[in-house]
């Protein structure tokens, strides 16, 4: 059952965006999730290779790794599946229970509630709980945004193979921290513009390739058909506020890539500063902090 679960996470292509951007994300907001908890013991929900304990930086202490299937992790981590709960993961609360990546989103919304619960009776008053799930405004498929949380919100996501996530928005996630007991502090959007999905026609046709463009200027490549697509307009989407934000980024990426004569990876820097720091759930991650009470 484990191993039949863990197949489709196990081939990850090296992505230069995610080695990058999304990396230096985690690597600036991690350290401060650990200062804010004012301890340094971090248990890091879906390790896979133990990523997060590296950009946690000298704060961190004691680690602990949880995952369906553990990748080669300093000092090992814990084989379990989230999906029953928080696990083994010993009698010690920790200062900052931390799920990147999307981690949230890869459980049913019972399943993220249940989790949720456990966390915040295995943490001490003051633990700082920052889940990252997918966002539901994400420009990768608009034909969620109307949805409400539950089955019509189930949908394959590709990795190694399909598996199946679930989008939220910030005031569903927020409403689901709050009944367990942890009081939301703020919500981040990640990955606004980039989103690995965006253009996948099973989730909308049309889209342009903003990720592929923004990795080949990571490259340092001038000619790539994706660079085109860091200008192409936006094509119809649903009557809906995450559509007049979408498109007001896509404008202004416009502008940035018009009148640019940087260097490619100057360039890409500049296009994805674009991204801002929102909390809409606009982006491809959406991370909730909160702090037990
Ligand atoms: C959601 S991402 C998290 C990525 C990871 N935090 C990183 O830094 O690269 C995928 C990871 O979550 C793990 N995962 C997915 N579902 C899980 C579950 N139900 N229980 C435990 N781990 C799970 C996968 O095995 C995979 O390693």
């Known amino acids: 059952m484990l191993a039949e679960a863990v197949r489709p996470y196990l081939v990850q292509p090296g992505d230069p965006v995610r080695e990058v951007f999304e990396c230096e994300f985690?690597?600036?907001?991690?350290?401060?999730?650990?200062?804010?908890?004012?301890?340094?013991?971090?248990?890091?929900?879906?390790?896979?290779?133990?990523?997060?304990?590296?950009?946690a930086g000298p704060l961190l202490g004691r680690y602990v790794g949880v995952d369906l299937d553990p990748g080669d992790v300093p000092g090992g981590a814990l084989r379990h599946d989230l999906r029953q709960g928080l696990g083994p993961v010993g009698a010690a609360p920790y200062d900052l229970y931390l799920g990147t990546f999307g981690m949230a989103s890869h459980l049913a919304p019972r399943e993220l509630e249940r989790l949720l619960?456990?966390?915040?009776?295995?943490?001490?008053?003051?633990?700082?709980?920052?889940?990252?799930?997918?966002?539901?405004?994400?420009?990768?498929?608009?034909?969620?945004?109307?949805?409400?949380?539950?089955?019509?919100?189930?949908?394959?996501?590709?990795?190694?193979?399909?598996?199946?996530?679930?989008?939220?928005?910030?005031?569903?996630?927020?409403?689901?921290?709050?009944?367990?007991?942890i009081r939301v502090l703020r919500a981040i959007d990640r990955t606004v513009q980039?989103?690995?999905?965006?253009?996948?026609?099973?989730?909308?046709?049309?889209?342009p390739r903003i990720r592929s463009g923004v990795a080949a200027l990571l490259r340092g490549e001038?000619?790539?058909p994706a660079l085109a697509d860091l200008s192409a307009p936006l094509p119809a989407l649903p009557p809906a506020a995450p559509?007049?934000?979408?498109?007001?980024?896509?404008?202004?990426?416009?502008?940035?890539?018009?009148?640019?004569?940087?260097?490619?990876?100057?360039?890409?820097?500049?296009?994805w500063s674009l991204d801002g720091r929102g909390s809409g759930g606009y982006g491809h991650g959406l991370v909730m902090v909160g702090r037990v009470r």
């Open 117 to 181: 619960g456990d966390i915040a009776r295995h943490a001490r008053p003051g633990s700082v709980v920052a889940l990252e799930a997918l966002g539901l405004n994400s420009l990768e498929w608009p034909r969620l945004w109307h949805t409400k949380p539950g089955a019509a919100r189930l949908i394959p996501y590709r990795l190694g193979a399909d598996v199946t996530v679930h989008p939220w928005a910030p005031r569903e996630l927020a409403a689901r921290y709050e009944s367990a007991g």
């Open 222 to 224: 001038r000619s790539h």
């Open 243 to 271: 559509a007049a934000v979408h498109r007001r980024i896509a404008a202004r990426r416009r502008r940035v890539v018009a009148c640019s004569d940087c260097l490619p990876q100057e360039l890409a820097r500049r296009v």
């Open 194 to 207: 980039g989103a690995p999905k965006t253009g996948e026609p099973r989730y909308w046709a049309g889209l």
């Open 26 to 55: 985690f690597a600036r907001l991690i350290p401060t999730w650990l200062a804010e908890s004012g301890g340094s013991a971090m248990l890091d929900l879906g390790c896979a290779d133990g990523l997060a304990g590296w950009l």
